[in-house]
């Protein structure tokens, strides 16, 4: 691999899948990445179906254009995504910079951040709930409590992202504008915050899947999702018999 | 009637389709991509020596479908929920003439739901009227993210829709299933958002709103709609299969579903021709939350049969031997039950 190629994939490691809360990279949509001796890159980018939402599809291939086009070794960047109902929209786009909007006409009255921003939405209550699951944490319990762990760190993360305050004094449970809820708000928001995770939690176990079957060998390129590193065994155990 | 360990299982799937997704009748690569994406839904899910060759999947007509369902599947009732898709095949995506010929052909066992797209305006209402009549029609599938012209979807709080469903209330047509799943489109018509349901459930509150795949991928936003509005009901197609792949992941959802809804609101659905019902069936009988799963409660007895037959059975009234009945039978909604005349 070339030491620009090198960079593009670390490039493309910052790329999220805003619904999947995981890097493109992650989890196998990046198919290729080639660059020439003088600095012309092309990467090729693969979806787990042809009907993949082409607001993420756009997203995530835009996403990849422009953190690429800032390399500074890269004299020309060129992404395509590939097997995809829209890919010859999608791509003319890209090729033309014409942004989102310009791509898609009528049907996308509005920009990609408000879409982007529910998902980072998301993604923080997701990774709230995982924070305080682990070992069992107090539904009080404040930042400075949680156990140094990935899972904490992924937390401090996601609320940064959103530009939520990170003090150890302040408390794990809050809404998405950083305010903690009332306390007898916290096990129930909680409990919704579950659903939330198990929501993209499932979603990634579909895509992954999904991508998988579509392109047979692309698990080598996968690396396993962080709540099957951290949190959930796949395996079911047994269980206990009703007495 | 499925039977294990002494137990009665009455099953009605509700979900089932029959389609026909060979070359000659795809329009165009969208149809080629449509059926290829089902195809990789059915072989990762499915257990290995569940799948079928592709060719079988592009079509595999009626008398198959009655043997996998009926013969080999356990199930006493199916309820037809299709696709039109007509901007990717020529004669359609689900077969109606020939779903609805079945449902003559073995009275009791099949329910024929139709499909409408409320773009089709004036024209498209007064071929609901039709069908309505011809079909006797209860329930209808609606797919949101269907093609149309320039348009790649719909929302059910768009003024013509609100139209369609007034006209579905005059019909009698009380059962709205709608898709809301892994697929498709779209853009800020976003298909995947379950908002517009919230909207109908709450000024169609005399109609019950299925949510077919219950919202994943969105299902945290189903659940907090279906905990407030009692007439959304979860369709399980596409969560089913998970039971094999991912059964913490499938516990999870029965868990949610059944903490947010209640054991009244959620109906097996094989989604066949995806997955065929006697793997799953077996599988979901079998099933139980993980031990380790301690905020959600076990799986009962009772609770299967609600979700493998019975809620079905009472939301389209069909009738269920006594001796398969649970203690007490799932709630009825009010607008299911006979008119009462008050005084």
Known sequence: MTALEMLAWAALNQVMDPELDEPITDLGFVRSVEATDDGHLTVHLRLPTSFCSPNFAYLMAGDAKDLLSRLPDAASVVVELDDHHDSGLINAGLAADAGYRGTFGAEAEDSLDELRLTFRRKAHTAAMERALSQEGMDVGARLGDLPDTPLTAALIRRREDLGLTVAPGDPVLVDDEGRPYPAPEAEFRLRRARSTRISIDGNAHFCRGLLRTRYPGSEADQAPRADERFLLPLAIPPVAEAS | ?343
């Open chain 2, 1 to 343: 009637m499925y039977s294990k360990d002494g137990e009665n299982y009455f099953i009605v799937d509700a979900h089932v389709a029959l389609w026909d997704a060979r070359p000659a009748n795809q329009r165009n690569i969208h149809g080629q991509q449509f059926i290829d994406c089902f195809y990789d839904y059915h072989r990762n899910l499915s257990p290995a020596e569940e799948t079928w060759p592709y060719e079988d999947f592009l079509r595999y007509g009626g008398e198959r479908l009655m043997k996998d369902l009926f013969e080999d599947g356990y199930v006493d009732h199916a309820i037809f929920q299709p696709a039109l898709l007509g901007a990717f095949y020529r004669n359609g995506f689900g077969q109606t003439e020939e779903a609805f010929a079945l449902t003559r052909k073995y009275p009791g066992k099949l329910t024929y739901n139709h499909a409408y797209d409320p773009r089709f305006g004036e024209d498209g209402l007064q071929r609901l009227r039709e069908d309505a009549k011809r079909f006797d029609l209860q329930g209808v599938k609606l797919y949101t993210a269907e093609w149309f012209g320039d348009s790649r979807g719909w929302k059910l709080d768009d003024p013509w829709s609100y139209r369609y469903l007034e006209a579905c209330r005059e019909l009698g047509i009380n059962k709205i299933h709608i898709h809301k799943g892994p697929t498709i489109r779209p853009l800020d018509r976003d298909a995947f958002d379950v908002a517009d349901v919230d909207k109908v459930a709450t000024d169609f509150t005399d109609l019950t709103f299925v949510i077919e795949h219950c919202g994943l991928p969105r299902l945290e936003d189903f659940c907090w709609i279906a905990t407030q509005e009692p007439n959304v009901h979860a369709g399980l197609a596409v969560a089913m299969p998970f039971i094999h792949t991912r059964p913490r992941y499938f516990a999870q959802i029965m868990g949610e579903l059944l903490y947010w809804l209640d054991e009244d609101r959620i109906h097996f659905s094989s989604d066949y021709a995806i997955w065929t019902p006697r793997w799953l069936v077996e599988r979901f009988v079998d099933f139980q939350i993980p031990a380790d799963m301690t905020e959600y409660a076990p799986l009962t007895v009772d609770v299967k049969k609600k979700i493998l037959g019975l809620n079905a059975a009472a939301l389209y009234g069909i009738p269920v031997p006594a001796e398969l009945q649970v203690s007490p039978p799932p709630a009825v909604a009010p607008e299911q039950q006979p008119a009462v005349a008050v005084a």
